[in-house]
């Protein structure tokens, strides 16, 4: 018999899944994002912002960049250092997201027109790029610093 061999852990450092572009694949995106969080604190500034900038790029990606019969693509990419998230939604629509300038805030009471000023708050910075194929790429970099 001979003896077991230690194996050394495989780092997973990239997640990409692609989703309906509905509410309910905006909501999956989230919650798998919650669970391949790569062992940042539940509950900790770090983990709520990774998990918001995720769920309003997703809802964006859902609500405003759907084309009928085409899916987004969530991906999630673990820094080399582990300091830092990406996250990157890819959807076909050609129109690229702006958020709103500020002197015109959101008005209160009034549904959406808060998603990017939410992901401009809480992310080290965000962009649009172009994707291969139609449409664009929203990304996002998320710290994982503890608070």
Known sequence: MTAPHAQAPVTVRTFT???????????????????VAWGIPRGSAAFDALTLVVAELASNSALHGR???????????????GSAVRVEVSDTHPRRPTAPPAEHPPVPGEDGGRGLVIVDALALRWGVRDRVGPG?????DCTVRPD
């Open 17 to 35: 899944q692609r989703f309906s572009a509905t509410r309910r694949g905006a909501r999956l995106a989230r919650m798998l994002a919650e669970a």
């Open 136 to 140: 664009k790429t929203v990304w996002a």
């Open 67 to 81: 084309i009928p019969g085409r899916d987004f693509e969530l991906r999630l990419l673990l820094a080399p250092d």
